[in-house]
């Protein structure tokens, strides 16, 4: 008998002798070859040379007869050589990976897609096809048996062709880093689902008035603790974006009671399952709601990467603290403060105040400068440079020995505070 001396044709007759293909499945087994083919036209153009082989083959020596009547059922093309070889028209089996569904699959999931993408308004998409479907499953038991390396698979090529079809009708591009949503499909029950990313925004806050929190405080009566949070003035966005809800993300928070100056704290805002992707940064900051005692700086739409690379940033503060001492006190005491905590570390357990919502861990920080003023003997206004997450307040007071040094201990006097302000954050 003669030898089939091409390794694509070779290898496809072992597969057709055992599975019935259809073009496309066979055509992806050996995707690797033929530059600018789809799989249909591949494995269609490999069916049909193969017949046309074994024809020649056939024609030499009807011994090649057996080939022939081996792979008729599972080929599907070219009716006229098998019947006439075989004696009657060969009924084809059902592929054995798709069970000749695939086409009817693309068009009812593409159909699928586009209806409920009219529910988005979106600028990109991908498409994502879950895995370990039947379809696959049979695909990989193939590929395994025959030991291939030319494969494409199928969750590959369904999204390439869904991609493909969804933004000729729509008009819109496929993003693979970054999209607006993604659209999951389940190849076994044929559901499609629409995924929105999370929109974030970068934006700073600056706050002009005390008793005011990040987000709303409630009490477990329905009461509000604080009048105005951050919260309320960013929640107009979830209308504007149509979202489900927001969440903020800052590099640590103030208290309630300190206001935050200068350019402001760093804030992005996250806007989940949001349903219109096109709204502009200018018609963002335009929906802001103006109030008196918060001023929201919009800046920029940011990437999902950069809130990782936001919330592992180290910042450098400075407040404003004024303070009020017991005792009387000297410039020279003034003079004191600056030389004991400037460029000092300073040793802090977790206050008291918020120990019961915290581990009692120990923290160092540093002090980088301080800077004194003796408004009169008993009032002293300064500011501090330090590390974020310096807990300012524990480092006057002393907080009954957890700060160490503290400013009440090095003055032997009781200081209370009167006003805490940040008035400039950096990183």
Not at 216 to 228: A, E, F, L, Q, T
Not at 368 to 378: P, S, T
Request: a positive charge.
């Amino acid at each position: 008998m003669s030898r089939l001396d091409c390794e694509i044709i070779s290898k496809a007759v072992e597969i057709l002798r055992k599975y019935p293909l259809c073009s496309r499945c066979l055509g992806r087994l050996f995707a690797k070859y033929g530059l600018g083919l789809s799989n249909i036209t591949r494995g269609n153009a490999i069916k049909v040379l193969l017949l046309m082989e074994l024809h020649r083959l056939i024609t030499n020596d009807v011994g090649n007869l057996s080939l022939l009547k081996g792979i008729s059922s599972n080929v599907g093309v070219m009716p006229q050589l098998i019947s006439r070889y075989s004696g009657t028209t060969p009924r084809g089996s059902k592929c054995y990976i798709c069970s000749n569904k695939i086409e009817e699959v693309i068009s009812k999931l593409v159909q699928d897609i586009i209806s409920e993408l009219d529910r988005f308004k979106v600028r990109n998409f991908i498409i994502s096809v879950r895995k370990g479907s039947e379809m696959e499953r049979r695909e990989l038991e193939i590929i395994t048996e025959f030991n291939l390396d030319s494969w494409e698979s199928i969750r590959r090529e369904l999204k390439r062709e869904l991609g493909k079809k969804v933004k000729a009708l729509l008009n819109i591009e496929p993003e693979f880093r970054y999209p607006d949503v993604s659209v999951l499909v389940d190849l076994d029950t044929l559901d499609v689902r629409i995924i929105p990313t999370p929109t974030y925004i970068l934006c700073r806050y600056v706050k002009l008035g005390r008793r005011v929190s990040q987000v709303r405080w409630v009490s477990k009566d329905g009461v509000r603790k604080y009048p105005i949070a951050v919260e309320d003035v960013v929640e107009p966005l979830i209308k504007l974006f149509d979202a489900e809800e927001l969440q903020l993300h800052t590099i640590g928070r103030e208290d309630v009671d300190v206001r935050v100056l200068g350019s402001g704290r760093p804030l992005v805002i996250e806007l989940k399952q949001a349903k219109d992707k096109r709204v502009g940064i200018e018609e963002v900051a335009k929906s802001v709601p103006h109030n008196e005692l918060i001023t929201l700086l919009i800046d920029r739409y940011a990437e999902p990467k950069y809130i990782r690379e936001f919330k592992s940033k180290k910042a450098l503060k400075v407040y404003r603290l004024l303070i009020l001492s017991k005792k009387p006190l000297s410039s020279e005491e003034a003079e004191l403060l600056v030389r004991e905590f400037s460029n000092r570390v300073v040793r802090q357990k977790v206050p008291t105040r918020i120990l019961r919502r915290r581990d009692d861990t120990v923290h160092l920080k540093r002090i980088y400068d301080i800077k004194v003023r003796l408004v009169d003997e008993h009032l002293i206004e300064m500011l501090v440079k330090c590390d974020d997450g310096l807990y300012v307040k524990e480092l006057v007071h002393g907080d009954g020995g957890r700060t160490y040094p503290n400013m009440a201990e090095v003055l032997n006097s009781d200081l209370t505070i009167l006003e805490v302000d940040v008035i400039d954050i950096t990183y």
